[in-house]
């Protein structure tokens, strides 16, 4: 579904040129949890940003359904952004204005889809907060709006950068049966960008970064399933 080819992605500080991703290549596929893990510095949020059409890489490709990324201009890099794609925060990044509902039913106007904004919710478990505004919900709860809110959007690529970061260690175990769950059951490919390497048993793909480059790539073919929470 999405390959990137030999990326590379330069910074120029000053005069000096600060190279944060070095011939990365790996390939995403539907129906898979990725987990893309590495320390701070490593070239994560580089890598998402790229995945997710805010930056290009410098040199190489990024092919999505036969389709080079790296090459479309602003206007349609926009509606890639806008139709293929949907991001998961750390911080949430909600409407504070706007109720659980109204939040999640605003992604799907934004993409002129039907979606309906209360599945998205129930299927989250926020069925009972659809009136709620986010500072009336547990950190757990609006990071669970902001999934539903993605989910909304109906994309092809859903990107979650550090989402449960915020977030205890039990409710940070029902935002990855969330991710498992639309991973498995959708049409969505996943892709959890990370620093935990606790994570890494419930990915069906790892994929490791050190200093701007692919360390590992490992496929699981058992991950863990997470049941119970």
Not at 40 to 50: A, V
Not at 128 to 148: H, K
């Amino acid at each position: 579904m999405i390959e990137f080819k030999q990326i590379d992605k330069d910074y120029s500080v000053g005069d000096q040129t600060i190279r944060a991703l070095h011939d990365i290549n790996f390939q995403i596929e539907t129906h898979k949890l990725t987990i893309i893990l590495g320390p701070s510095g490593s070239g994560k949020s580089t890598l998402l940003n790229i995945l997710g059409g805010m930056d290009r890489p410098t040199r190489g490709t990024v092919q999505f359904n036969e389709q080079n990324v790296a090459s479309l201009n602003d206007h349609e890099l926009t509606n890639y952004r806008r139709n293929l794609v949907g991001f998961v925060f750390q911080f949430y990044n909600l409407i504070p204005s706007l109720t659980a509902l109204e939040n999640v039913a605003i992604a799907a106007q934004l993409t002129k889809n039907d979606a309906n904004s209360l599945k998205y919710l129930k299927q989250v478990g926020l069925e009972q907060r659809l009136d709620n505004f986010p500072n009336q919900m547990s950190g757990g709860e609006m990071q669970r709006v902001s999934i539903a809110r993605a989910l909304a959007k109906q994309p092809q690529l859903l990107l979650c950068d550090e989402p449960t970061g915020a977030l205890d260690s039990r409710t940070s175990l029902k935002i990855m049966k969330i991710l498992q769950d639309v991973a498995k059951t959708t049409d969505t490919a996943v892709v959890l960008v990370t620093h935990n390497p606790d994570f890494e048993q419930y990915g069906d793909q790892v994929i490791r970064l050190r200093d701007g480059q692919v360390e590992s790539i490992s496929q699981n073919d058992n991950p863990l399933a997470i049941e119970g929470v």
